[in-house]
């Protein structure tokens, strides 16, 4: 499949997805990364920094998580842990509502196509 297709949906979910895994716990971003790696598998284990950074500040930027710096212990520097605020609760209960109703109404054009013989 064209890798264009692919970047397309993961745009469209992986605020979502970044909003859950702080949902679960506070978290920094190295860590954020790891996860969505091995949570992730093939769909979003090989996100990078340059794609999650960006994201955490525009959720950070727009009140749906909050940051707070703290040493890190291996080598006497700093890590920013980053968690969900009430506003992102909300946010993300609306999202994964949406996204019920978004995956239920896409497969019913899949079983539709697959019917018609469109699509194996």
Known sequence: MDAKYIQQFK???LEM??????????????EIITHL?????DIFGPTR???VYPILYRLEGGGLIQSRTAPAAANGGT????????AGRALLEELTA??????S???????????GGAVK
């Open 11 to 13: 745009k469209g979910s």
């Open 17 to 30: 997805v970044l909003l859950c895994l702080l949902a679960e716990g506070e978290s920094y971003g190295y």
């Open 37 to 41: 790696g091995q949570r992730g598998g």
């Open 49 to 51: 920094e340059g794609t």
């Open 79 to 86: 890590k920013k842990y980053y968690s969900i605020t009430p």
């Open 98 to 103: 949406y996204w019920s109703r978004y995956v």
């Open 105 to 115: 109404c896409v497969d019913g054009f899949i079983e539709s196509a697959k019917k």
